[in-house]
Nanobody, 121 residues
Framework: QVQLVESGGGLVQSGGSLRLSCACS????????MSWYRQAPGRERELVAL????????NYADSVKGRFTISRDNAKNTVYLQMNSLKPEDTAVYYC??????????????WGQGTQVTVSS
């Protein structure tokens, strides 16, 4: 049974920090690229940060570059999102995603249930 369980969300003041975690099970974590997405009310879900399988390559949305850091621990099957200098516009539900394309071209994707991040001004 595939599970992605996010934690670490909450209410924080502008300029503050939060660290999100996503604990995974039921699939070969080290074979999947891991991402954090977010969705604010009335807006589409957007990619925030991506980390490839061995953690050496990361990508970030322009809006979070220099403030957020994605990392992974393949031994713990966990991906993290360190969020610093938070702004009210970072308020959203944050989702963890695992994605992998097989050698035959099939794409596999798993989602967590989301964790709410609210930044007050």
């Amino acid at each position: 049974q595939v599970q992605l369980v996010e934690s670490g969300g909450g209410l924080v003041q502008s300029g503050g920090s939060l660290r999100l975690s996503c604990a995974c099970s039921g699939f070969t974590f080290s074979s999947y690229a891991m991402s954090w997405y977010r969705q604010a009310p009335g807006r589409e879900r957007e990619l925030v940060a991506l980390i490839f399988t061995q953690g050496g390559t990361t990508n970030y949305a322009d809006s979070v570059k220099g403030r957020f850091t994605i990392s992974r621990d393949n031994a713990k099957n966990t991906v993290y999102l360190q969020m610093n200098s938070l702004k009210p516009e970072d308020t959203a539900v944050y989702y963890c995603n695992a994605g992998r394309r097989s050698s035959s071209g099939n794409y596999y994707s798993h989602w967590g249930q989301g964790t709410q991040v609210t930044v007050s001004s």
